[in-house]
């Protein structure tokens, strides 16, 4: 397609990236998809490696520390916990954008918007247990350790119990989502898609024993709490980002089934294009 | 037109379609939606994982696990194995009888489905009730704990079981929609029920 077949708006230019970004921050009419998408990419990547590496709140630490043993704890990773979490802090508000990528899938569905709404009420609540309330514990922990142990081991325990047992969130968005794809006539997702999120749903309900358990399969650094618990959500975060990167390629802005991308094909021109021929 | 030797096949959607006798192919297509095998694969992995755990926890301490076994009542899983089985067979009766269009019959073993799967609920409460009620709870010990988990994943799985033969049974109900890859659909939801019944039951209850 020639630049003066479509208008004033120019062809991609081959070459360098940057060149290529910014051609498509001026007019590729998928860019604020693009900027969600990224943004879900970037944060995940971004919440491994605070999480894993320079909090190294996880895996998860034994349940069954004492008192001086958690003090020690908080004490061994302190810059990590102030650090990390203060860029946590900072980029929790991205959640946002994140949020709204994924209900947008729903708003393209054939569905009801409540199966958006509701998925972004619940998400925004998700931001609190889902790493807030840990963020906040685990930062009181370390900029307070002159605090009696007692009241760090409540802190510890309180950062962990709010982190891993308390999925009910997460397991109500998973059956939201799961409900939207199966009714969608406009094939947004496949229809398994909606199948994993019950898979993902179903494993949220097996952290609850960690309440309970100290040690063992079921405490919150347990095999089946936890490490086959992050196996089942890696996988279905992967899925999710590779499953709406496709969405966002076939997005026409319509209303109707979204067009299929054949391979080989670009995808049809959109709106803005068509505009500009 | 159909031959002699030409034979008529109830695909998905309810499509007739006419296979030759001589170019014969073995039928090749997977009941119901695709996508609900994404769901069946998934889901063995996971309970693969699952007994996987339990297989090396058991193997740690395998006199408490033998010990614990024993107070588990046989008779009642073997009871609870036959009423999945025959739930299992009444939905695949249902679905044969749903491609062969005999609508009436398939509600019927629908509904035989729902029944079985209802006798199972009940009978899974009552065992549980009993064992509580013997002093066996989730936190007594480290076999008593798996077998409350696993029994307990299995149950969530029944519960949705029985949003999806309702399903099937609305979609039975009337001639305006009886979809035969929906009704595909939710049989294979069911049987993997029973598939994850019959391993949990060999592991918890046989296996020495």
């Not at chain 1, 209900?103 to 807030?132: K, N, W």
């Not at chain 1, 939201?176 to 494993?203: H, Q, R």
């Amino acid at each position: 397609m020639s630049a003066s077949a479509m208008g004033n708006v120019p062809e991609e230019p081959p070459g360098s990236l940057l060149r290529r970004i910014a051609w498509h921050w001026r007019y590729d009419e998928k860019r604020e998809l693009w900027i969600g998408w990224w943004t879900l990419v970037v944060f995940y990547n971004l919440y491994g490696l605070l999480f894993f590496v320079i909090t190294r709140t996880q895996p998860p630490p034994e349940p069954s520390l004492g008192s001086s043993e958690v003090v020690e704890w908080f004490a061994d990773r302190r810059h990590g916990l102030v650090y990390g979490y203060a860029i946590v802090f900072i980029v929790g508000g991205a959640t946002a954008i994140m949020n709204a990528t994924l209900a947008y899938s729903m708003r393209r569905m054939s569905v009801s918007r409540a199966f958006a709404y509701s998925y972004l009420v619940i998400y925004a609540l998700a931001t609190l247990p889902g790493m807030l309330i840990m963020g906040v514990a685990c930062t009181v922990g370390a900029m307070r350790p002159d605090r009696d142990p007692e009241l760090m081991r409540w802190l510890y325990d309180f950062a962990f119990l709010s982190f891993e047992g308390t999925m009910g969130v997460f397991l109500v968005g998973s059956l939201v989502w799961m409900l939207a794809v199966l009714l969608d006539e406009n094939g947004v997702f496949p229809k398994w898609f909606g199948y994993l999120n019950l898979c993902n749903a179903l494993t949220e309900v097996v952290v609850a024993p960690a309440w309970i358990f100290k040690s063992g399969a079921f405490a919150w650094n347990g095999t089946i709490a936890w490490w086959i618990n992050m196996g089942v959500f890696v996988t279905y975060t992967i899925v999710f980002l590779t499953l709406l990167r496709r969405m966002i390629l076939r997005e026409d802005f319509g209303t109707g089934p979204l067009p299929d991308l054949s391979p080989g094909r670009a995808p049809a021109p959109s709106g803005l294009l068509k505009a500009a021929r | 037109m159909t031959t002699g030797a030409d034979t008529e096949r109830l695909f998905p959607e309810g499509e007739i379609r006419t296979v030759s006798g001589g170019a014969a192919q073995p039928a090749r297509f997977v009941p119901g939606q695709p996508d609900m095998w994404v769901f069946v694969f998934f889901e063995a992995l996971v309970f693969t994982a699952y007994f996987t755990v339990y297989i090396v926890s058991r193997s740690r301490s395998p006199d408490l696990f033998l010990k614990s076994q024993a107070h588990l009542n046989l008779r009642v899983g073997v009871f609870n194995t036959l009423v999945l089985l025959a739930s299992s067979w009444a939905v695949a009766r249902s679905v044969q009888a749903a491609r062969e269009r005999s609508f009436r019959s398939a509600l019927t073993n629908a509904f035989l489905t729902l029944f079985f799967g209802f006798v199972f609920l009940v009978s899974k409460v009552l065992e549980w009730a009993a064992e509580i009620g013997q002093g066996f709870t989730f936190t007594t010990d480290e076999f008593f704990s798996f077998y409350y988990f696993l029994t307990a994943i299995h149950f969530i799985h029944l519960l949705i079981g029985f949003i999806v033969l309702t399903v099937a049974v609305y979609q039975l109900w009337s001639p305006a929609r009886r979809s035969q890859e929906v009704i595909e659909t939710c049989a294979t939801y069911w049987h993997t029920i029973d598939f994850l019944w019959v391993l949990i039951f060999a592991l918890l209850y046989v296996m020495r």
